[in-house]
């Protein structure tokens, strides 16, 4: 298992230590390998290993700091590469659990009627939500470089190859950190790069694959219109706590995808142009031929001029005259393609036509729906302004009822809401948001979310600005309930909301509500939070029920573990019976989608598994908890959430432990992401963002968001209840999936290594809080081992354990660069040359941890 990985990567190694050697000087070639046979003794467990390392590199200058992070980095990555394309090759696939997954799902349905798995394929909605993330602190360019290695890899040559040297010459001479926070513009840019790509290309074929498979257990073909995967944004539109996203800004990034859009409409329609040659047509058509060009080719020429045309507006940021909807390619499409099956041309109407109609479903005019989420409290701040000046006293210091009483007589009163105004500059902000929804096409957007929802009054709240501000069509809004209290209380506010009759009226029969992973993670748990989204989400589907609404469920994941993230398929099969019926929209953090979506083969696997996840679950779904499952989670997740909040909470020097033993600190103050790594800047740990708390806590590998408390409750609760905790684990997908991450974050974590961190940088008087931390994770990963029966973590699990063992040799030299890069920074603030060495070393250690944000 993984030998081909072994030699590409091998071979990989060679040319990066041959490309260094011609730069720095064949001395450093042999540094550069000493150096990775202590980091192979030190991941063997040779304390003296570290010591002589350490001591190394105490005695070197910042550029040689910087050369050794730079090659352990970049080594990381081409191992990364070579795994990707293995994994993706059809050597790789078969030894991976689930090769080929709507064939693995066909084999389990041999026995469920057709109509069962039309009724699933119906339902199967899958929403792809791109953010961004500031732990992807990559440059796209070399980023791109790497993905035509892994191209490179798939060709008969081998690793070796000249192609293969010079591309990993080109990396080694290009500065892999951007040297300045990209904006909230560049984000966007990066996603839409991402989506022209990647998904461009991997939509079409899994459509391909998907419409076989449906031929083969039903009988049927999917229909033309038929659009299961469509995709969403929040880069440039994520306006929560990030003072860069303006409505300007937003305008911008809606130009910047329409422009993306038509070009690559233009290139498919220009190639299908020349594909079209044919003259037997239906009689319509022929008739329609005027200009004697051909009559597929006469439909097609106007579509081509008008995408010409938008693409010289777009350029000049005009939206005049541009492509405005998508019936206008839709629609000559169709009818082509309706000529071609009537003439009996069925080869030519199922290939590139029906690509593009399909492209055409899932992209829309712009690629992606950009969505917009904004703060609760920035709105009604901005409608206290509007009380205030109206005399009717201050919203912020209504209680619930009264909000309630304003906002629905508001919705109904015909007369403006807004009178003429100089709003302060956050209000105005807000208000300008609102009216570039309204003028722009409906098509451009998302849904609406509403961070840090609690009470009816936040969604009424926005549905009066949407109506004050001139948006005529009726928006999706999308309460966000993130905290453990808000997902405890989300589903009777949900349902007081639905029994106002004059807003379900307003709902065209569904409603989203988003889930969020990473603010409750941090605030009561990992198994606290994941066990109250569940039961959150068992609620919303009684309430949606019984108020007769389609729930659309929209997951906030991360990458992470600690901010629900995991292997998708599992954590699909995890989730409560009747959430995925109406669809699955889902968050796809920047790291995660270079890992999961980052060349079209990854991108059409990581589609094969969200679908048979979702199909497997509508045709069979997971069993609902038995009560005493339930009584059990119920204290475990009690019992969780006092110990984790017993050190995070309950000790007044946490926070100070936290900064001081992990780069949190200096997270803040590199040019990673466009937004503010707090909310607030002079809070403390409830006003961290979720992902540099827990991409900080990766990089000293104690990781303890993704495991504190835990273990303490099944270790309690276990003693009495060993058969009833065992059948959970056999027969609950939600309780095995949990476990079974968590497994996997023990075999990440490194409590030696997160010691070195606490030697070198934690002050005296707080290094027994991270010895009790340690302490906890070796209990805790010796009681959850005993109940799986096993020595060790992953050891059912070859693949990952394999995988992971050819990264540690590698991270151990980072963490001890990290390591000596902020004792130094710490020392002299004003040395660049150690925020390069730290920057390098982050990137390097989140490469090899795959999943740290």
């Given at each position: 298992m993984?030998?081909?990985?072994q030699q590409?990567?091998?071979?990989l190694?060679?040319l990066?230590g ?9 001395q ?5 390998e000493?150096v990775?046979?202590?980091?192979r003794?030190i991941?063997?467990?040779d ?7 350490q ?6 200058g910042?550029?040689?700091l910087l050369i050794?992070a730079r090659a352990f ?14 994994t993706?090759?059809?050597e790789g696939?078969s030894?991976?659990d689930?090769?080929h997954p709507l064939?693995e799902?066909e084999?389990?349905i041999?026995n469920?009627?057709?109509d069962v798995?039309?009724?699933a394929?119906k339902?199967?909605k899958?929403?792809?939500?791109l953010?961004?993330h500031?732990?992807?602190?990559n440059r796209?360019t070399f980023?791109?470089?790497?993905n035509?290695?892994g191209?490179?890899l798939n ?9 293969i040297e010079?591309?990993i010459?080109q990396?080694?001479?290009?500065d ?8 909230p ?6 996603g839409l790069n991402s989506i022209?790509d990647?998904f ?9 694959e998907?419409d076989d498979?449906?031929y083969k257990v ?13 995709m969403?944004s929040?880069m440039?539109?994520?306006r929560d706590g ?5 409505a300007?800004?937003?305008?911008e ?8 859009a038509c ?9 299908l142009y020349l594909?079209?040659s ?5 009689a319509e058509?022929?008739?329609a031929d005027k200009?004697s060009r ?7 020429v106007?579509?081509?001029q ?6 010289e507006?777009l350029?000049e ?14 629609q000559p499409l ?8 009537a ?6 109407a199922n290939s ?12 829309g005019?712009s ?9 609760s409290e920035r709105?009604d701040s ?7 000046l109206l005399n ?6 209504w ?5 309630r009483?304003?906002l629905?007589?508001?919705l ?5 809401l807004?009178p003429?105004?100089n709003?302060?500059?956050d ?5 300008d948001t609102?009216a570039?929804i309204?003028?722009q096409?409906a098509?451009l957007?998302?849904i609406y979310?509403i961070?840090?929802?609690?009470q009816v009054?936040?969604?009424l709240?926005?549905?009066l600005?949407?109506?004050?501000l001139g948006v005529?069509?009726?928006?999706p809004?999308a309460p966000?309930?993130?905290t453990?209290e808000d997902l405890?209380?989300?589903p ?6 639905l ?5 379900h009226a ?8 988003m889930i969020?992973y990473s603010d409750?993670?941090?605030d009561?748990?990992?198994l ?12 919303l589907?009684?309430v ?8 659309k469920l929209?997951?906030?994941r991360?990458g ?7 292997p ?7 989730q409560?019976?009747g959430t995925l019926?109406?669809?699955l929209?889902?968050t ?7 890992h999961?979506?980052?060349?079209p083969?990854?991108?059409?696997r990581?589609?094969?598994l969200y679908a048979s996840?979702i199909?497997?679950?509508l045709?069979n779904p997971?069993?609902?908890?038995t009560?005493?499952w339930?009584n059990?989670?119920d204290t475990m997740s009690?019992?969780?959430?006092q110990?984790y909040r017993k050190?995070v909470q309950?000790?007044?020097d946490?926070?100070?432990y936290?900064r001081q033993a992990?780069?949190?600190?200096e997270?803040s103050?590199?040019p990673?992401?466009s937004?503010p ?7 403390g740990?409830?006003s961290?963002r979720a992902i540099?708390?827990?991409?900080a806590?990766s ?13 303490t409750a099944?270790?309690?609760?276990y003693?009495d209840?060993?058969?009833l905790?065992?059948e959970?684990?056999?027969?609950w ?7 079974s991450?968590t497994?996997m974050?023990?075999f990440?974590?490194d409590s030696?290594?997160?010691?070195l961190y606490d030697?070198?940088?934690?002050d005296?008087?707080?290094?027994s ?9 070796v ?11 096993q ?10 354990q394999?995988s992971f063992?050819l990264r540690?040799?590698y991270?151990?030299?980072?963490h001890?660069?990290q390591i000596?890069?902020l004792k ?5 603030p004003?040395n660049?040359?150690?925020?390069k060495?730290l920057?390098?070393?982050m990137?390097?250690i989140a490469?090899?941890?795959r999943?740290?944000?």
């Amino acid at each position: 298992m993984l030998e081909p990985i072994q030699q590409n990567v091998r071979d990989l190694g060679t040319l990066l230590g041959k490309t260094i050697a011609v730069d720095q000087g064949q001395q450093w070639l042999q540094r550069i390998e000493t150096v990775r046979l202590e980091g192979r003794e030190i991941a063997a467990g040779d304390v003296a290993a570290i010591a002589a390392l350490q001591e190394k590199f105490a005695h070197c200058g910042e550029k040689e700091l910087l050369i050794y992070a730079r090659a352990f980095s970049q080594f990381l990555n081409l191992l990364n590469v070579a795994e990707q394309q293995y994994t993706t090759s059809e050597e790789g696939l078969s030894e991976l659990d689930l090769a080929h997954p709507l064939e693995e799902l066909e084999s389990h349905i041999t026995n469920v009627s057709p109509d069962v798995i039309t009724a699933a394929l119906k339902k199967l909605k899958i929403e792809l939500v791109l953010t961004a993330h500031p732990t992807e602190i990559n440059r796209r360019t070399f980023i791109h470089k790497y993905n035509q290695i892994g191209q490179a890899l798939n060709t008969p040559d081998n690793a070796l190859s000249p192609r293969i040297e010079e591309l990993i010459e080109q990396a080694w001479h290009t500065d892999e950190i951007r040297q300045q926070r990209p904006s909230p513009l560049d984000e966007s840019r990066w996603g839409l790069n991402s989506i022209s790509d990647n998904f461009w290309y991997a939509i079409p074929q899994f459509m391909r694959e998907l419409d076989d498979f449906s031929y083969k257990v039903t009988g049927q073909r999917l229909p033309e219109e038929y659009t299961p995967i469509t995709m969403a944004s929040w880069m440039a539109g994520d306006r929560d706590g990030n003072p860069f996203v303006t409505a300007n800004l937003s305008k911008e990034a809606l130009i910047n995808a329409r422009l993306m859009a038509c070009t690559l409409y233009l290139r498919d329609f220009e190639a299908l142009y020349l594909e079209l040659s044919m003259s037997k047509a239906t009689a319509e058509l022929t008739q329609a031929d005027k200009d004697s060009r051909g009559p597929y080719r006469q439909q097609i020429v106007p579509v081509i001029q008008l995408l010409k045309t938008s693409i010289e507006q777009l350029k000049e940021g005009y939206t005049e005259s541009v492509l405005s909807n998508s019936e206008q390619l839709r629609q000559p499409l169709q009818v082509c393609r309706n000529s071609l099956l009537a003439v009996g041309l069925t080869n030519v109407a199922n290939s590139l036509i029906l690509d593009l109609i399909r492209k055409v479903n899932s992209f829309g005019i712009s690629l992606v729906k950009l969505d917009i989420r904004q703060h609760s409290e920035r709105h009604d701040s901005a409608l206290a302004e509007v009380t205030a000046l109206l005399n009717l006293g201050n919203y912020t210091d209504w209680d619930e009822n009264k909000r309630r009483e304003f906002l629905l007589a508001e919705l109904q009163n015909p007369r403006p809401l807004l009178p003429k105004h100089n709003w302060t500059a956050d209000t105005q902000e807000v208000f300008d948001t609102y009216a570039l929804i309204a003028e722009q096409p409906a098509e451009l957007f998302g849904i609406y979310i509403i961070s840090m929802a609690s009470q009816v009054s936040d969604v009424l709240a926005v549905k009066l600005l949407l109506k004050s501000l001139g948006v005529q069509w009726n928006m999706p809004i999308a309460p966000l309930f993130e905290t453990l209290e808000d997902l405890d209380n989300a589903p009777q506010v949900m349902a007081e909301l639905l029994s106002i009759e004059s807003y379900h009226a307003t709902c065209d029969g569904q409603h989203n509500v988003m889930i969020g992973y990473s603010d409750s993670s941090k605030d009561a748990g990992v198994l606290a939070a994941t066990w109250g989204q569940y039961k959150c989400q068992e609620k919303l589907v009684e309430v949606f029920f019984e108020k007769n609404i389609e729930l659309k469920l929209f997951h906030g994941r991360g990458g992470t573990i600690g901010r629900g993230g995991g292997p998708a398929h599992a954590a699909i099969a995890s989730q409560p019976p009747g959430t995925l019926d109406g669809g699955l929209r889902v968050t796809e953090q920047g790291e995660t989608i270079r890992h999961k979506f980052g060349t079209p083969n990854l991108a059409n696997r990581s589609l094969h598994l969200y679908a048979s996840a979702i199909l497997e679950c509508l045709i069979n779904p997971p069993p609902v908890p038995t009560q005493a499952w339930r009584n059990i989670m119920d204290t475990m997740s009690e019992t969780s959430c006092q110990a984790y909040r017993k050190y995070v909470q309950g000790n007044d020097d946490f926070v100070k432990y936290f900064r001081q033993a992990t780069p949190e600190q200096e997270l803040s103050s590199l040019p990673l992401g466009s937004r503010p790594s707090k909310r607030k800047s002079d809070g403390g740990i409830e006003s961290l963002r979720a992902i540099p708390w827990i991409f900080a806590w990766s990089q000293n590998r104690l990781v303890i968001p993704s495991w504190l408390g835990l273990g303490t409750a099944i270790k309690e609760a276990y003693q009495d209840n060993e058969v009833l905790i065992k059948e959970m684990l056999q027969q609950w997908p939600y309780f095995n999936s949990r476990i079974s991450l968590t497994e996997m974050v023990y075999f990440k974590s490194d409590s030696k290594m997160s010691a070195l961190y606490d030697t070198s940088l934690v002050d005296n008087s707080l290094k027994s809080m991270g010895d009790e931390l340690r302490e906890q994770l070796v209990q805790d990963k010796r009681t959850v081992l005993a109940i799986l029966g096993q020595k060790e973590a992953l050891e059912n699990d070859p693949w990952n354990q394999n995988s992971f063992e050819l990264r540690r040799p590698y991270l151990a030299p980072l963490h001890l660069l990290q390591i000596e890069a902020l004792k130094r920074l710490r020392a002299q603030p004003e040395n660049t040359e150690n925020e390069k060495v730290l920057m390098v070393s982050m990137a390097g250690i989140a490469t090899g941890m795959r999943n740290t944000g």
